[in-house]
């Protein structure tokens, strides 16, 4: 008999899990509701052309591509290499994000749509990436991006969801990292290689990874010599306060208009006087998160150093993603959550609350075929208020049920035996603090189950 298995990089989630992934998403919800956003959803799977070429040359290499039906062995042998071979097999690819799809929305209903136009989106996404803690090959993003706006307020609001929802989380120590693609350009325009912008900026957003050397010798592989990989280096060492580095980048990009204007939209979002952060967004010059559609602010937010798991959500600015689909001119920015490595961090630092992991308030214990209706009388009152309720289904002993509401974490049990029946009460007992109380019958439905 062949043991079942599932494929790498994904996961199964039993009802504990759940409860607490759907605490997560509520609060991100509820946020993304708060600051005025909307919901949206897009197919699992979206045209292969929609989705080549929008991530990069790493990105595309970790679509999942969908094997065509018909006659494949034909087409494979006009294939001249593994990367032809797959676009000749493939039509349709799995979701890589949802921004992409998004941008293929509303270029799809731009005559249905009310500008600016602010979504949210909570679906799966999936890519073909070497599975590792805090990494997987199917996960969930929660987006929330503004189209048809360039008010750089909306950068500050994004910013501010991040701030929200991790306050609301309990999640402190986190860092939210922010940097500006016109800066990125102005070091390349310094180094006087703007034809390398993208792989200057792959190149420097792996310095957590590979460390300097790692970075330099990159550099030097794709193109750069030793003069421009010093420049790139004293760039990135730049250091200080935010006002500091601001300071310092007017003077160090004072011959570059876009590093200057990159400075100035950095300066305006980070030294607003609309909104307080728990934790003030700080500037990293390394951060450029490897995506060639990003044109303004760049965000990233990274979990607590205790926990080593790293980005936690990121976004920025894209002022013509739209145009990759035929509607130039159409500026946008969003940020995303990284839900499953949420979820890690929470766990590894305590952090979800009780009522996270609880469904059921109070079970009512099986003590003879006699008491079941009157039971189910309080229970559906009991749930008519909201509470949720059930009843042990079977005749079994009391301490089999008991370890049952205990194993299922459920703060209630509720007796009803023959004293109980003689008084016209309900005995509740608490499985917190072992309490037990009497609650008149007519009361039970009244009951306040903290």
Request: with cysteine; aromatic share 8%.
């Amino acid at each position: 008999m062949v043991k079942p298995s599932i494929p790498k990089g994904t996961r199964d989630f039993g009802p504990a899990v759940v409860r607490k992934r759907n605490y997560i998403l509520q609060t991100i919800r509820n946020t993304f509701e708060l600051f005025g956003f909307q919901p949206l959803e897009t197919p699992a799977m979206e045209n292969l052309t929609t989705l080549n070429g929008k991530y990069g040359e790493e990105g595309d290499k970790l679509i999942f591509k969908i094997l065509d039906n018909g006659d494949i062995l034909g087409r494979a042998q006009q294939a001249k290499d593994s990367r032809e071979l797959g676009n000749l097999l493939c039509e349709k690819a799995l979701k890589y994000d949802l921004t992409i799809p998004f941008a293929r929305y509303v270029v799809m209903n731009q005559n249905e749509l009310t500008f600016p136009f602010k979504r949210y989106q909570i679906q799966p996404v999936w890519r073909g990436d070497r599975p590792a803690r805090g990494r997987y090959r199917e996960f969930y993003q929660c987006d929330a991006d503004v189209v048809g706006s360039t008010s750089l307020i909306n950068e500050i609001e994004l910013l501010k969801i991040y701030d929200t929802v991790f306050t609301k989380l309990g999640l402190s120590g986190y860092a939210l990292r922010v940097n500006n693609r016109k800066i990125l350009a102005g070091l390349a325009e310094l180094v006087k290689r703007p034809d390398l912008i993208i792989d200057i900026t792959i190149s420097i957003d792996k310095l957590d990874k590979v460390g300097i050397e790692g970075v330099r010798k990159e550099l030097s592989e794709r193109g750069l010599n030793d003069e421009e990989i010093s420049i790139v280096e004293n760039f990135i060492s730049i250091t200080g306060s935010n006002d500091e580095k601001l300071e310092r980048l007017k003077v160090v990009l004072k011959d570059s208009p876009t590093g200057l204007k990159g400075v100035e939209e950095l300066s305006f979002v980070l030294n607003n006087q609309l909104v307080n952060y728990n934790e003030h967004p700080q500037i990293d010059l390394t951060l450029a998160r490897g995506l060639n559609y990003y044109t303004g602010i760049i965000i990233e937010a990274r979990a607590p150093e205790v926990v080593k798991i790293g980005s936690i959500g990121g976004g920025g600015r894209y002022d013509d993603l739209t145009g990759l689909f035929g509607l130039p001119g159409l500026s946008g920015v969003g940020v995303s959550f990284g839900v499953d490595r949420i979820y890690d961090v929470l766990e590894e630092m305590g952090l979800f609350p009780a009522t996270a992991q609880q469904s059921t308030k109070v079970i009512f214990l099986y003590t003879g075929e006699e008491n079941i209706k009157l039971a189910y009388k309080h229970i559906l009152a009991l749930r008519e208020r909201g509470v949720a309720a059930e009843l042990f289904h079977e005749n079994a002993k009391m301490d089999k049920q008991m370890k049952y509401a205990n194993k299922r974490e459920i703060p209630y049990v509720a007796i009803i035996g023959e004293s109980e029946l003689q008084d016209n009460v309900v005995s509740l007992k608490n499985m917190v603090t072992g309490e037990q109380v009497k609650v008149a019958a007519d009361e039970i439905a009244n009951f306040d189950f903290k």
